[in-house]
């Protein structure tokens, strides 16, 4: 497929920057490369080559570059002739072709145009012949203007009519671009119109989404910054933890039973039990538990879960589910309907968009939907901070703690919630084509 550019610049080092890779690239690559010459002469083309240490002439020689002017291009008494430059160009693809080279690019200098008649029409119909020939031979060609020389409303023109754009030395992809069959006089205007305001809409979405992300992005930082705070406060605090309950457990080696020394020290002992599990889950937060990664099939898991729940459980997916499903179950006091569902997914790069932790590719992914309360968006930016809770009683760790298994196992979560609307958690795991599974397992509907 071709393409079709135009090069906007303002200064001679920007023109011969670009212009030397664009020739060198092509050559490089075995491509043949037609240079249409006129502000500048092949000499001066050749001698930004020379200087970038390109053997000139040893590509001439083979005529793998190629020098013309504008009159053996497309002009005539600097006159443009679509009907002579769709014949050059259709003669120089055959021929490259013919010679065995990879491809055929090539470039113009379009100061030309300043002599003859110049106008937007001319431009349009020399413009669009160009576009039409580039997908035609799978052409990549390079229009040059130079911005001191040609006027603002002709340059717009430009913009009009090409879908990429190298302004100075950066290249674009041209949102001002209309398409050929809409560049005539009668369909101009309204075709500048549409892409104006499409323009106008897409800058103010890419500005809200470009927010969401920015806050996403603050958010997300903050709990990574709050998670190794609390892993590493943890840490040092299951230490000290782990010295009392030994301290513990000796001082009850020293009372007899029904003593109140015994009875001291098994209070003590239960205390430190206590905070140890605490620890624990701030650890899982701060992802500074030791992991040992697994296959699961997530439907059996679920399948389980009424068991699960008469239980506690030390799987760490399986806590991650009971405290979502137990936390859906507080939020409808009054009754509802909660939805536990798991389905492969395989995730785009445009899914991403938003989402700090997410990835593209193959995942499994775990909802659970409730009908209760919903929350509200202060309550959303709070949710999995550590010690952040709505109930009358708890310890605010259950969905951070959710969280970082989540991430330590290469997912992520992220939930949909309003007041009086419910709420839906979704989880995604990455997955796991585990052969060993029995047939049953891998029935239509199951999940890995």
């Known amino acids: 497929m071709g393409d079709h550019a135009t090069f906007l610049y303002q200064s001679e080092p920007e023109h011969r920057s670009v212009m030397t890779k664009f020739v060198r690239q092509g050559l490089e690559r075995g491509e043949k490369v037609v240079y249409v010459a006129d502000a500048h002469t092949p000499e001066t083309i050749a001698g930004y080559l020379r200087s ?8 001439l020689d083979r005529r793998q570059l190629v020098f013309l002017t504008p009159g053996e ?25 013919a010679e065995g080279f990879a491809g055929l690019r090539s470039t113009g200098e379009m100061t030309w145009a300043l002599r003859g008649p110049a106008g937007s029409e001319q431009l349009i119909d020399y413009e669009r012949a160009l576009s039409e020939i580039a ?10 203007y130079d911005q001191d020389r040609f006027r603002p409303e002709f340059l717009l023109d430009v913009l009009h009519t090409h879908p990429i754009v190298i302004a100075g030395t950066e290249v674009c992809e041209n949102f001002y671009y209309i398409a050929p069959a809409e560049l005539t006089d009668h369909y101009l205007p309204a075709a500048r119109f549409r892409v104006c305001m499409e323009n106008l809409l897409a800058r103010k979405r890419m500005e809200e989404a470009l927010l969401r992300s920015m806050e996403q992005l603050r958010h997300s ?89 008469k239980r506690v459980t030390g799987d760490k997916v399986e806590q991650v589910l009971m405290n979502m499903v137990v936390n859906a179950c507080e939020a409808m006091p009054d009754g509802g309907r909660l939805t536990v569902r798991t389905d492969n997914v395989t995730v785009e790069p445009g899914q991403c968009r938003g989402i700090p932790e997410a990835r593209p590719g193959r995942f499994v992914r775990l909802s659970i939907a409730d009908t209760g ?25 259950g969905l951070s703690v959710a969280y970082g298994i989540i991430r330590q196992h290469g997912g992520w979560i992220t939930v ?5 609307r419910g709420t839906r958690f979704q989880i995604h795991l990455p997955a796991v084509v585990a052969h060993s599974l ?5 029935a239509p509907g199951s999940s890995l």
């Open 373 to 397: 309360a919903g929350m509200s968006k202060d309550t959303l930016e709070q949710m999995f901070e550590p010690f952040f809770t709505t109930k009358q009683s708890g310890t605010g760790l």
């Open 135 to 144: 997908e035609k031979n799978h052409i990549l060609l390079l229009c040059q």
């Open 416 to 420: 949909d919630s309003e007041p009086g």
């Open 221 to 309: 930082q903050k709990l990574e910054a709050v998670g190794k705070l609390a892993g590493g406060v943890a840490h040092d605090f299951r230490n000290l933890v782990t010295a009392i309950m030994h301290s513990a457990e000796l001082l009850e080696e020293e009372f007899q039973e029904g003593t109140q020394g015994r009875t001291d020290a098994q209070e003590i002992l239960t205390s430190a039990k206590r905070a140890e599990r605490l620890v624990t889950q701030l650890l899982a937060f701060g992802m500074r538990q030791e992991l040992k990664p697994r296959i699961l099939d997530l439907n059996s898991i679920v399948g389980n879960l009424e068991n699960m729940l």
């Open 438 to 442: 029995s047939a049953s397992q891998m």
């Open 52 to 59: 970038d240490r390109v053997d000139v002439d040893a590509y």
């Open 73 to 97: 291009a497309y002009t005539r008494g600097d006159v443009f002739e679509s009907g002579r430059m769709l014949s050059t160009m259709a003669g120089e693809a055959e021929r490259t072709l």
